[in-house]
């Protein structure tokens, strides 16, 4: 079994550090995980951080719009997606605050589901968003497919204000809360930004193989 | 370019003959040394992090048994299936064996070093599979039969004309008469050829930038988003990566994210990091129905027990190469495998052999312009150096320089010669300044004069001035 020849290799290499006291440090380090954060991760202060996961944002050229509260979201979707020329049909996950909004009367059509190779616009929640780096941190779940982020040209999600927090360790530590100790979606997506490449020249160009346009909608209320 | 780090010195001097090689290099590594100094300019905590980056890496090292059945643990309550492989002719049966249980016929792939390492593309296309790189640079290169020439911009020794050259020989199906008036008309075309590949695809394979013991989860990171849709739409997932990837938590994954990008391209992250933790669940509308990890060793568990268990601590961002001399006058291929710069020139003799790779270490000026860069603060001047001994010693080496160590190691001896070699040298040169030609030294001569002693030795003027004399 190689597993097991590769495990003693590596036993063998490393076991100058004596047997029970490793173990000891290893669970320690694994159990101590929760608590642990990063240097300096925020450097501002918690009533900036939608400010600054803002601007990071629209650095990585993403679209952010801010509303005032939940309701207000299918206007600025539409409003969105009129300005950049993309019909008015999404595909969303069945996340039921979503679904609740009204669409129809923002001129919105959504269509539940994963997403398929004909979408032109998905729509996610996110559960957290990172200000340092202008980062949404999406978990995949039947309300929430993975596809939507890549296989449509234009992403657009949708975040609450005060999921907003500093750094990525603080963003873990939603996670931990959202899904327990050691536990995780099938898949966390942290974009930040559109799909690009700079793989032809050294020149960036969006769109390489996921969306071309992201737009965050940013819910303060 | 023949291939094997054995044909460095051929290599290294058709590369840099090659003038549409060096018009491609002219820009691009400096633009991506231009964008790492302005990211960690924005990260006033970025040292710190550097120290934080190695420690992680050291403690995972110094524990890695335990990390790894740890991460095995986890993925597989979390549904994956794991696999170890020893070598790379297991790692290629064991990933083949997975595909032929799928039924698969066509594989796409996510940009992964440890996959070139191993050659799985050609071990998978002999076994009658269609395989298609779906990062762009990757495609390209592999178009042309090339390996990557870094190993975060494959395609970096290419110029958009070259790009375009292979697209319209390639895609024949295409219209002839069609323009591409700038990057983006490529990038457009191979979008929509590998979207197709994407959706018919029956198995996806990726690399792993780490792997979390913590959740059982692996982290791919790409700003393309392709190794998001090899990973969702293929009904079978295969990661493949070495046993140095593991890390112990989320929290020691975000530091190392931190350090990644900023030294890779000098963004603060990546536009796509996915933790993928597994098969898809029940209720999920999408993601893969079967998900599976193979663990390579291939050489890292002799390179973790001997003196250069630091190289395992790299997070394959290529700043050691962008920000090396001898890498931007020849590029990667020169090097002869798939690891070049700097990294390449301490992993390929450990990977490979030291018969294979002796070159390599000895292809450095030792500015230590990588280590200064390096996120996990990897010694690779002392790296280097060990090889190059290492080198010496198992061939004899070169007997100058056996002579001159020889004399080094006794003082007055050398000293002695010293002193009658510049006088001698500095006699017959002095009037010209320089020696085109050595006996015995034509390896210098050959690409440069030497320049002519001009009086006294070094040590001579040392003692002089700490005497006080006047020169």
């Known amino acids: ?221 | 370019m023949s291939a094997g780090p054995r044909d460095f010195k051929a290599n290294a001097a058709t590369a840099i003959a090659d003038a549409g090689l060096q018009r491609a290099l002219a820009g691009l590594p400096g633009g991506l040394v231009a964008q790492r100094t302005a990211a960690v300019a924005r990260c006033p905590e970025f040292e710190a992090l550097r120290d934080q980056g190695r420690d992680i890496r050291d403690h995972t090292l110094a524990n890695l048994d335990l990390y790894l059945e740890q991460f095995e643990t986890n993925a597989k309550h979390a549904g994956s299936h794991v696999h170890w492989a020893a070598t790379a002719t297991e790692a290629c049966k064991i990933i083949a064996d997975i595909c032929a249980f799928a039924n698969a016929e066509l594989v796409v792939k996510g940009k992964s070093m440890v996959s070139e390492e191993i050659g799985l593309n050609a071990h998978l296309q002999r076994g009658g599979l269609e395989v298609v790189e779906t990062d762009l640079g990757e495609y390209i290169i592999q178009n042309r039969g090339e390996t990557p020439s870094h190993i975060i911009a494959p395609a970096i020794h290419l110029t958009q004309a070259d790009v375009e050259a292979d697209f319209r020989r390639l895609h024949d199906h295409l219209q002839k008469a069609r323009v591409f008036h700038d990057p983006a008309d490529l990038v457009a075309e191979a979008r929509a050829i590998l979207r197709e590949k994407f959706l018919a695809a029956d198995v996806g394979i990726t690399g792993a930038n780490f792997l979390i013991s913590e959740t059982g989860s692996s982290i791919i990171v790409t700003n393309e988003g392709n190794g998001d849709l090899t990973q969702i739409l293929p009904k079978t997932h295969i990661v493949v990566a070495s046993i140095e990837k593991v890390v112990p938590t989320l929290n020691d994954a975000a530091t190392l994210l931190k350090l990644l990008a900023r030294s890779a391209t000098g963004q603060d992250m990546t536009a796509y990091t996915t933790f993928a933790t597994g098969p898809r669940r029940a209720g999920d509308l999408d993601g893969p129905e079967a998900c599976h990890i193979v663990i390579v060793d291939n050489g890292r568990s002799e390179m973790l027990a001997g003196d250069m268990r630091e190289a395992l601590r790299c997070i394959r961002c290529g700043a050691c190469m962008n920000h090396c001399p001898v890498y931007n006058a020849i590029g990667g291929h020169a090097y002869g495998w798939v690891y070049p710069g700097p990294i390449g020139a301490v992993l390929t003799p450990g990977l490979l052999g030291l018969e294979q790779a002796a070159h390599l270490p000895n292809a450095s000026t030792f500015c230590g312009a990588c280590e200064t860069v390096c996120p996990v603060k990897i010694p690779l001047v002392k790296l280097m150096r060990g090889w190059r001994t290492a080198g010496h010693e198992c061939n004899g080496g070169a007997w100058p320089l056996a002579a001159w160590s020889f004399a080094a190691r006794r003082p007055r001896l050398y000293h002695g010669s010293a002193r009658f070699a510049a006088a001698i040298l500095g006699a017959i040169g002095r009037s010209s300044g320089a020696f085109h030609w050595l006996p015995f030294a034509r390896g210098w001569t050959r690409h440069r004069d030497l320049a002519a002693p001009q009086g006294r030795t070094f040590q001579q003027l040392w003692s002089e001035t700490k005497r006080g004399v006047p020169r």
């Open chain 1, 1 to 221: 079994m190689s597993r097991d020849a590769i495990l003693a290799k590596v036993r063998d290499a490393v076991s100058g550090a004596g047997g029970t006291e490793r173990v000891t440090a290893v669970h320690e380090r694994l159990e101590e995980a929760a608590r642990a954060t990063g240097p300096g991760a925020a450097r501002h202060s918690m009533a900036e951080w939608p400010g600054q996961f803002q601007t990071a944002l629209e650095h990585q050229t993403a679209a952010v719009i801010r509303v005032a509260k939940a309701a207000d979201i299918p206007q600025a979707v539409a409003g969105y997606l009129s300005s950049v020329g993309a019909a008015a049909t999404l595909r969303a996950g069945s996340d039921r605050a979503l679904a609740s909004l009204s669409w129809t009367e923002a001129g919105v059509s959504i269509q539940p589901g994963a997403a398929t190779a004909a979408d032109a616009v998905g729509l996610s929640v996110a559960l957290a968003g990172i200000a340092e780096t202008g980062t949404l941190v999406l978990a995949s779940s039947a309300e929430n497919p993975a596809s939507l982020a890549f296989l449509p040209e234009t992403h657009i999600v949708v975040i609450d204000a005060a999921r907003i927090v500093g750094g990525m360790e603080e963003a873990f530590d939603l996670v931990r809360g959202a899904f327990g100790r050691g536990q995780m979606p099938r898949a966390l997506n942290l974009i930040s930004g559109p799909s690009r490449t700079g793989d032809i020249g050294g020149r960036i160009v969006l769109g390489a193989h996921g969306p071309r346009r992201l737009c965050v909608v940013v819910v303060d209320g």
